[in-house]
C-alpha cells in the first residue's frame, strides 16, 4: 500500500535518529518546536491498494541534445501523491503522464492557477514578525550560497534581476526577501547557508532567524530545500533535510544545475547519479520520500513543474 508523503505535520517523520547537527555552518541544534505549530494540513494516509513496485520510466528533461539522458525510474512506492489524490485505477500510462516530468510527484485536482503573470518585491525582514501580515500563502527558497537560489528564483518569475545575484555567495541575501506572486502568494528567498567566508556572527545570526521562521511562520506552505546535483551531497545539506523533517516542516527538495551532465570535477557522476546517492543517504530518516524536482536555470528544466507543485499545494492550503 502506497503512503502519501504530505509535508505539514504528522506526528514522526523519522524512522531512526537524525543526522548530526553539529556542522559549523547549520548548528541549529534544538530539534523540538518550543511554540504551537499551525494546524495539521496533510497527513499520512493510504492512497491505493497497488502492491507492485514496479520502477515507472520518466524523461529527466526537454533538451535533446544532452548526452546520456536516459529515463529516471521510480518505484510507486516512492512518489509523492496530494491529498484527495487517487491512483489506485490507473495503469503504468496513464500514472506515468500524470507525474510531473523530471520528479517523483503526481499531479492532482489542485495543480491551476499556476502560471506567474506578476512578480513584485515587497520587503526584506530580519524577524519572522516583521514579515508581512497579510496572511498570504508562501514558498520559502533555501540552499547553500552557491546552489543558484536567486537564478532560479528569476527562472520562476522570468525576471532576470528580480532576486539579487552576486559573485560573492551569501554577500546579498542576508534577510527574509518577500517577493508577492500575483498579489494573492508570496515567493521568500531566505539566506544561503554554508559560505565559508561570511563572518561568524552574520552566519549565527542568519541560522537564528531563519530557524525562527521556519518554526514560527504560520503562513509557510512548504519549504524548497535547493540541492546541487553537479556534484556529490554535501553533509550540510544532509544535516539541513534532515533538520528540516525533524522539525516536521514541509519540504520538497529542488535538484539545481541537472543541465551539467558532462564529466568535469563532480567526481565523474551524472546529475541523476547524485541525486541518488542523495536520496539513499536520507531515506533511512523518512517514513516515505519527500517530494523532488529536477531544474536547471539555464534550460528552465523545472520551472513550469515547480509552478505546478506550489499551485497544487497552496490551493490545497488555502481550501483547508
Not at 229 to 236: D, F, R
Request: proline share 9%.
Amino acid at each position: 500500500m502506497i503512503l502519501s508523503q504530505l509535508p505539514r505535520f504528522h506526528p514522526s517523520i523519522f524512522s531512526k535518529p537524525p543526522f548530526s547537527l553539529s556542522s559549523p555552518h547549520f548548528n541549529l541544534t534544538n530539534p523540538k518546536p518550543t511554540v504551537s505549530l499551525p494546524k495539521t494540513l496533510f497527513s499520512f494516509a493510504p492512497k491505493s491498494n497497488i502492491a507492485t513496485v514496479e520502477p515507472i520510466p520518466l524523461p529527466v528533461s526537454d533538451s535533446s541534445d544532452l548526452e546520456d539522458s536516459a529515463p529516471v525510474e521510480i518505484p510507486l512506492d516512492k512518489l509523492f501523491i496530494p491529498p484527495e489524490t487517487d491512483i489506485s485505477g490507473d495503469d503504468p500510462s496513464s500514472l506515468t503522464a500524470r507525474i510531473l516530468k523530471g520528479s517523483n510527484i503526481v499531479l492532482s485536482k489542485y495543480a491551476r492557477d499556476a502560471q506567474v503573470a506578476q512578480a513584485e518585491y515587497v520587503k526584506s525582514s530580519v524577524k519572522t514578525e516583521d514579515c508581512p501580515g497579510d496572511g498570504l500563502p508562501e514558498f520559502a527558497l533555501v540552499g547553500r550560497s552557491n546552489v543558484g537560489k536567486s537564478s532560479l528564483l528569476n527562472s520562476l518569475v522570468r525576471r532576470k534581476r528580480l532576486a539579487l545575484t552576486s559573485k560573492k555567495p551569501g554577500r546579498k541575501t542576508q534577510c527574509i526577501n518577500h517577493f508577492r506572486i500575483n498579489d494573492n502568494w508570496y515567493l521568500v528567498d531566505l539566506p544561503g547557508y554554508g559560505y565559508a567566508s561570511a563572518p561568524h556572527e552574520l552566519k549565527h545570526d542568519w541560522n537564528k532567524f531563519t530557524k525562527d521562521y521556519f518554526l514560527n511562520r504560520s503562513t509557510l506552505v512548504s519549504v524548497f530545500l535547493l540541492v546541487d546535483a553537479s556534484i556529490p551531497p554535501k553533509q550540510i545539506d544532509l544535516d539541513y533535510a534532515s533538520w528540516l523533517g525533524q522539525n516536521q516542516v514541509p519540504m520538497t527538495m529542488v535538484f539545481t544545475k541537472c543541465d551539467k551532465r558532462k564529466k568535469k570535477k563532480n567526481g565523474g557522476k551524472k546529475p541523476e547519479e547524485n541525486i541518488k546517492e542523495f536520496q539513499d543517504l536520507i531515506q533511512g530518516f523518512f517514513e516515505t520520500t519527500p517530494p523532488w524536482i529536477m531544474t536547471s536555470s539555464v534550460t528552465n528544466q523545472g520551472r513550469d513543474e515547480i509552478l505546478l507543485h506550489m499551485a497544487q499545494l497552496r490551493n490545497y492550503w488555502l481550501k483547508h
